[in-house]
């Protein structure tokens, strides 16, 4: 994709909304669709990579209520023509195709690459990527089991998404979640996942979220991994201009 002078890529993560309550993540939501609002005159494409919200299960006839401030958001803005694009993180990793089919917004469940202005992207959430973290990955597979699945949508929705919420805001074996302080690049398994990827091919930048950290890391010279934050604590997300890619902050 050839970026238009003047118009921008951008990229954000990690907003749980619904945690720990929809009313106490309400103002959240609603900075959030704000900054929809902001972007959509320069946008040429948004990325959302993943936990847009805290728990999202769609059962055959039903999906989580609420956020209808931030989904008809997307829905207008996917309709005047700009691509959106999300990407699944370990708190909504239950969605199927409500996007696809009620937003036309493709969901992708694994890394992807993409090529903007002649820069090379690999965008994901980031979970369960590189070394160690075997528990959550464990518990991934379970989760996403599609026996798994269909046995969890014999539980009533009244029943399963309350359930489901209070383990994904109280449980963080379930979410995979990690302390929001840097580890170094020695034990941050998405920077090693990074420098293993570029063993194999050169990506100019790596755009992953769950962490919850706003990270700028250099990786050899030639190739950049950001994080993209969160819209909890630090409110950020980043932006390819054209030419480079930067993390930038709310502005309240």
Request: aromatic letters at 18%; a negative charge; glycine letters at 8%.
């Amino acid at each position: 994709m050839t970026i238009p002078e003047g118009k921008k890529v951008y990229f954000s993560s990690d907003n749980h909304l619904g945690a720990p309550t929809q009313e106490e993540s309400r103002p959240r939501e609603i900075r959030f669709v704000k900054w929809l609002d902001e972007i959509k005159e320069d946008a040429a494409a948004i990325f959302l990579l993943g936990d847009l919200f805290d728990f999202w299960f769609e059962y055959k006839h039903a999906v989580p209520k609420g956020f209808v401030r931030v989904l008809g958001k997307l829905a207008e803005i996917k309709d005047s023509g700009i691509p959106i694009y999300f990407f699944v993180g370990n708190h909504d990793l239950w969605m199927e195709s409500y996007f696809q089919d009620e937003l036309s917004i493709p969901v992708f469940r694994k890394p992807k690459e993409f090529e903007f202005n002649n820069k090379t992207f690999l965008v994901g959430h980031g979970d369960g990527l590189g070394p160690g973290d075997h528990g959550y990955k464990r518990m991934k597979k379970v989760f996403t089991n599609p026996f798994s699945k269909w046995l969890y949508r014999w539980l009533h929705p009244d029943l399963g998404i309350p359930l489901a919420q209070y383990f994904s805001v109280k449980n963080k074996a379930i979410s995979g979640d990690q302390e929001q302080k840097f580890l170094g690049e020695e034990k941050e398994w998405l920077i090693q996942y990074c420098r293993r990827k570029l063993e194999e091919k050169h990506y100019d930048y790596f755009l992953f979220g769950h962490r919850h950290l706003p990270l700028e890391i250099d990786l050899n010279g030639k190739s950049t991994y950001i994080n993209t934050g969160d819209w909890i604590d630090f409110y950020t997300y980043a932006v390819f201009d054209g030419e480079k890619t930067v993390l930038k902050k709310l502005e309240f």
